[in-house]
């Protein structure tokens, strides 16, 4: 499985990454299960990709921890939003 | 209906001018605008620096408009969000609307406003003379489109 990750606002600043393509190990089922894995990664990862403090998208729709991914999928990570 | 994203300014009596000649039938534009404000409560800031989220954000801005659409008799709307770097007093966002009546072109311009506010993948962040500030998601932001979801 291949995904289409995103980063914007804070976490891609903070983690110094706009986007990226990753290929989860199986047992990755949901957008949640993602976070977990990109976790391994080390503490900054933790810090700066924890639940309550960001939102995400799936195909450019909002989405939830429990949101189901798939192959080919383009996932966002981004903190609050703020326009107008 | 109509949506921009870019970094150029744009003129509001140009704007505004097109909306009037959409339909015959326009007897109300409502339209507001949004601006930089004074960054001087924190003299490290530089200016304010806004991204998007590129094919979502239209997408997002889309849908707000069909709702708004299903909600009120609407002839016309506009809607341009800047992105890039901004300083005070720089327009950020503009939103239009013409109809046949008054009361739907307010009520639906502020509707479009304030699900922009929650439901569009924009940031702003403050740049400082060293790194910068994201700006979030105000509660009051949330507590006025929260009203819209009572009405519906």
Known sequence: MQIELLYFGRPSDNLNIMRETVSPPAGIVTIGDLLNWLHLRGEIWVLELTESKIRCALNQEFASWNSKIKDKDEIALFSPISGG | MSISIQNEDFDI????????????????????????????????????????????????????????????????????????????????????????????????????????????????????????????????????????????
């Open chain 2, 13 to 152: 009596c140009v704007e505004l001018s097109a909306l009037r000649s959409a339909s015959n039938n326009v007897g109300a534009i409502v339209s507001f605008v949004g601006l930089v404000r004074d960054l001087s409560y924190d003299e490290n800031i530089q200016n304010i620096h806004v991204e998007h989220y590129p094919g979502m954000s239209e997408k997002a801005l889309n849908k707000i408009i069909l709702e708004a659409k299903s909600r009120w008799e609407l002839l016309a709307i506009r809607v341009i969000h800047r992105v890039g770097t901004l300083t005070p007093n720089d327009q950020i966002v503009m939103v239009a609307v013409a109809s046949t009546h008054r009361g739907n072109a307010f009520s639906s311009c502020e509707f479009i406003i304030d699900y922009l506010k929650t439901d569009a993948p924009f940031w702003k962040k403050e740049v400082k003379t060293q790194g910068g500030e994201w700006v979030v998601t105000k509660e009051s932001d949330i507590e006025r489109m929260q009203r819209w979801m009572q009405k519906s």
